[in-house]
């Protein structure tokens, strides 16, 4: 496939995630069959394919929420096998599809949280900034309750970059949005392609043409098909 | 922080206040003590008089046998029915409490000669008829031999079972009684004091002898009660002892006296040392139980293989009575060899009873903190500690505050049942004042609106807190 432009380029040749003979079983069944792919830095990537063709599992293991019975995954060429959580998170972020916001606390603690507990001095100044780039200046003391879902998916979004991981992924952000709101996702994706990676785990085709111009399908468990949108949706 | 140290400042108090002798005070005379049982609900052999103070024949009988035998009295007061197990359980050394000498009782523990003769008589509550008709309701108190006499005595009477006299008696106050069975001279005094109208009912149905037990190995202590037991019976003293407690009773004709009253400030003292006596045992208690709690629901929660077992543990205290669990302790952990007194069975009782309950509770909120929360925290790097104190416990709050308000009002009202092993709290002060006046309406009252002074703030501020985590979004309505 043709190289993109690597925004966040170390200067080397390494891809920015890498899978390499990534195993999952559950029970007799392969969820992920030594699935093997290189995600070279640029525009955000996405990984689509049927029901139970293994992307959530592939976005858990790639973020660490779920143990690969073998393989490995590396983040520009080192392996996050046997990181800690904290040390992992500064890797790899993740949106939730249905946000996980932390009810108790405000919009503006929800995305500080993480800094603070690392000893972060000016993680409310950072918050706040983050707040004013994704458009959710105000928004900062409110609680989850109080916002609208396409508000509370931008409060997700602040609070995974809150740590500036070099690879954010993204499980199904557009379900549940009306056109519009899916519309100006997609173009914040496009955005925030260019200081980390996006990774965008969706079945949604018109959302993934409008921010996506590379990804993979995965059927059972496998690489199907690797290209542009047009071409894994095929 | 002035509030913490202000609230420690209220416990220590309390543990000043409470922990001054609440049970009577052992004579001043020096030597080995002899902790002496009785019920302290039975006049005027043995009861709690106006001032509050522990009185009666038995009592003085008692003190007499103490300075004969150069022994220090302790008394200690106990439910009837359960007086013979704590002898034998060794909590206590003798009974002086009016037992009559039977051949069953005679198999269990070793009787001193009797120390008075008395017996059994019916006492008929005015306008109630007679006595052999179907259907005359007999009171009488649990676990004494007058129990089987009335079913021998009058088969076609309904007999009731009462803790003890004093119960038996306001039921006849209250008209649930036509008469009861208990001692002549009792029955006598409470016509006398109690205002209750009733007139004896033939004369005594037998004689009966009391003596004072002590456990069967005891032989040494067996035989010096027996000699000193002798020795007043035959002084002067015993004479003085029998005209101070019963010579007005056998004048027969005379008037009934009113309901001896006691002053409202001993009345208020009394209830007021009761309160605080439940207030720190609950305090001790459930802080304890609080604690064991937490670490019972971590087992629970991520305990693996252990989770099981004392889930099932938990379930079996959950599943079973406050006051058998009560008994297990208080009478039970002797004969293992730990003697445990009371506040510490009713501490142990409280937290073991609270704990069960309060573990269940948080772990039911743990699991309703929902997966995706732990997943968020474990994907922003939060460590397992970090997670804990900051995603879930905040989020287990709202679920499990209300439960755990509630469990802890519901202990604070069965530590009521504490009184039963002769912890001096609200609810034994209460029956104290009773047996004293023959009040029950005023005493229960009175010690009811004090538990209810107690547990209404707490109630409120479940209420209050629930209100404001639903107003936060963090509960349904």
Redo the contacts between chains.
Sequence with gaps: MPEERAPKSSGDDVPVLSVDRLTVRRGANLVLDAISLDVEAGTPYAIVGESGAGKTTLLSVV???LEPDSGEVKIRGRSLAGL???????QV??V?Q?H??????TALENVT??PR??GAKNADEAGRALFASLGLAGFEGR????MSGGQKQRVAIA??LA?EPHVVLFDEPSAALDPKTTRDLAELLMGLADKRQIVVVSHDQPFVEQCCPRGVRLEKGKVGVLGDAAAIFG | MRVRALFFAAIALLIVLVARPAQAAPDAEDGPVLVVGLTGQYPPFNFFDEQGELSGFDVDFARAVCRETHRRCEFRTLQWDGIIGALLAGRIDAIVGSMAVTPERSKAVLFSAPYYESGPELFVRDGAGDASRPGFAIGVTLGTTYEKTVHERFPKAEVRVFKGDVQALADMGAGRLDGLVTDRLVGAYMARKAGVVMRPDGPPIYEEKMGIPVAPSNTALHAEIDAAVKRIRASAEYGELQKKWFGELDSPGAAPAAAPSVAFGRAAGLLAHGLLATILVCIVGLGLGILLAIGVAAALVFGGRLARPLAVLVDFIRATPFMVQLFAIYFGLPSLGLKVDAWTSAVAAISIQSAAYLAEVIKTSYASV?R??H??A??????RM?ALR??VL??MM?VMSVPVLNTIVAMIKDSAIVSVIGVYELTLQAQQLISATFQPMVYYLAAAFLYFLVTYPILLAGRRLEARFKA???LHA
Excluded: I, T, W, Y
């Design positions: 973020c660490g929420l800690e959580p904290r040390e992992r998170a500064v972020g993740l939730f249905d996980q916001l932390f009810p108790h606390m949280l993480a507990l690392r609680r989850p309750h109080e609070r995974a740590l | 929902p995706g929360q997943q968020a474990r994907a922003l790097g939060l460590r970090e900051h995603v905040p989020q709202p936060r979004g963090l």
